[in-house]
Antibody, heavy 120, light 111 residues
């Protein structure tokens, strides 16, 4: 049974960067893929991108291209989401989630979420 | 504005059947990409409810079902219960943006 545990809440200044981690226990990290999804206060879900650890390849939502970097460390079974040039509107809860096997599939296991607040 | 369009809210009485629509286009649902549905209870993490249009993960009651036709999909909930009150999101892949997309979400109120 896969469980995902994310790093703690962060408060960041505009223009800075934040790196959120997501450690997996159970399952086969190497052959899984992991997505990052965020949810601004009172808003809906927004997919940011995903990492495929087995080929060390990430793909990103167009609106985050150039500002987000998703990586994975197979040895520590940890995925990371690094978001730079933070703006006030990046204030949100950031979730990592495991993708079901198969192309463009849903996400069946979610981390607990990491609150990121961008404030001056 | 989401590429997948959901009604902002739906409601129903206990025991009734409700449906939540998810309207897409030719670059997502209409291109035969699968639709997935999530339930988010107040203050909690989203939960996968339906995957690949009409499949339920283990543990999801058969009161929940999904369907897809053309460029649209629907989530149906029968025998509505108070604990079904939540936000529901559809998701698919969009070839125009080359990424996964979510609908704007639908708030279900159990009267």
């Amino acid at each position: 049974q896969v469980q995902l545990v994310q790093s703690g809440a962060e408060v960041k200044k505009p223009g800075s960067s934040v790196k959120v981690s997501c450690q997996a226990s159970g399952g086969t990290f190497y052959s899984d893929t992991f997505s990052w999804v965020r949810q601004a206060p009172g808003q809906g879900l927004e997919w940011m991108g995903r990492i495929i650890p087995i080929v060390d390849t990430a793909m990103y939502a167009q609106r985050f291209q150039g500002r987000v970097n998703i990586t994975a460390d197979k040895f520590t079974r940890t995925a990371y989401m690094d978001l730079s040039s933070l703006r006030f509107e990046d204030t949100a809860v950031y979730y990592c989630a495991r993708d079901l096997a198969g192309l463009h599939n849903g996400m069946d296991v979610w981390g607990q979420g990491t609150t990121v607040i961008v404030s001056s | 504005q989401s590429v997948l369009t959901q009604p902002p809210s739906v409601s129903g009485a206990p025991g009734q059947r409700v449906t939540i629509s998810c309207r897409g286009g030719s670059s997502n649902i209409g291109a035969n990409f699968a639709v997935h549905w999530y339930q988010q209870l107040p203050g909690t993490v989203p939960k996968l409810l339906i995957y690949e249009n009409n499949n339920r993960p283990s543990g999801v009651p058969d009161r929940f079902s999904g369907s897809k036709s053309g460029s649209s999909a629907s989530l149906a909930i029968t025998g509505l219960q108070a604990e079904d009150e939540a936000d529901y999101y559809c998701q698919s892949f969009d070839s125009d943006v080359s990424g996964m997309i979510f609908g704007g979400g639908t708030k279900l109120t159990v009267l």
